[in-house]
């Protein structure tokens, strides 16, 4: 079963490297663009739109997976296969919408008070509100058809209309900077014109994929959705809130004159963590319809504990290759952002945390004991906002790093001790934390010896020397195991 898994990854993985390396030609594009606290806007709204996507959604696109598997009763002929799953679909599609469409209603009856809310920013700019809302609208529309296409394992269209978003959007991009919209008073709004046109493109790519279903609920069946989804929403919210807070901690407890400037960095720094941000979506695209399937609990276990490691030993091959290289990482960005280069392995490690309580969630959603949801979330959140308010005033946007590692830390410790008090998994710790430890002194012993090497030749070479050995020990240690227990799966 894991090869399935792998095969899953790799179609999403070699797709969608190629779509997100487009997205983030949009990166430079801005950075070189804008000031620092024009970004710092940019920033600021990319880093609640997730936010808002996981509130509106309310834990449907897992609900979908799981309750579509569900439908593949034993005994089940293929009609009344097909039929549960369309139910499903139309019912969680519906929800979806109409809770976007109310959030879009009531923002726009009490935007003005949401402008004060967000910023003097905001207030110069009220539309740059009403464009976010309505992509927020359209984004929203399309999450079920797209978790849909997951589920039917149509990894290419998926990817393939994503792509289409990405290029409407990158070309609208360097069409409004090529004809100089960006230095207009509009400014940055010109960022939230093209998105908007690629969701509204997106909308009308994907909707012949729904087989002219209709978005309407079941009230019965939504009622069963919901109790399944209600501790996946409140947890999404406290673990999304928990990765944007280190954002708006900058902006709201940083001085107004260097706030969105100081969020504009950190906002492109984590743009440079694209490797491991890709990696890390596509492996969740691929094991979340996967590990949310019918199949007994044995196998989920040795497959969960199997991908776990594999997971891991990538991640940090990842989170080495760009913290050894990152002086070549940070020519994405534009000159004035790369002040802050030296985030990049706190933000890397976070990212790689976050792909580790990632699979320690597989096993809570597929026993429906989603509440655990909740507990992690809610610890991550309190240690982000307890994080921030302690060192984002000392520290600034280093701080913001800072605390966002030890939420997804904390959120790592209380998964592990749920799993193992309640669905004790047999991960290979040793293996794990060995391939941790490795890449952490491989990098310590570059920064310790060639770090402010004024010989360029001499640095790549030895981080060069150290990548190489971090994956030889890899190969040795895992490529002859890892093929047979794939064959034998």
Known sequence: MLEKLAKQTAIYGISTIVVRFLSYLLTPIYTYAFTQAEYGIVTDIYALIPFALVLLSMG????????AAKAEAEGATAEQIRQGKRRVFATTWGATIVAAALFFA????????????MGPAYVAHPEYIVLVVIIILLDVATMIPFARLREQGKALKFVALKALNVFVNISLAITFMSVGLFDTLFGVGWVFVANLAASIITLIAILPTTERTRPTIDKQLLKRIFAYSLPLLIGGVAGTAGEFIDRQMIKYILPEGVAMAQLGVYGAITKIAVVMTLFTQMYRFAAEPFFLSNFRKEEFVESNAAAMKYF????????????????LFALIVGRDFREGIDMLPIILGSNVMAGVWLNLSFWYKREERTRFAIYVTFVGLAVAVVASLVLVPRWGNYGAAWSRFAAEAAMVAVSYYLNRRYFPTPYDIGRIVGYVALALALYFASELTVGDCPNMVLRYGVNIALLALYGGYAIWREGVIARLKIKKI
Do not use: K, P, T
């Not at 449907?60 to 309750?67: A, C, G, H, I, L």
């Not at 009531?106 to 809310?117: I, K, N, P």
């Open 60 to 67: 449907m696109e897992s609900s979908y997976f799981r309750f």
């Open 106 to 117: 009531v923002v726009m009856l009490f935007l003005d008070g949401v402008a004060q809310l």
């Open 312 to 327: 891991v030993m990538a991640s940090m091959a990842i989170f080495l290759g760009i913290a050894l290289l990152r002086d």
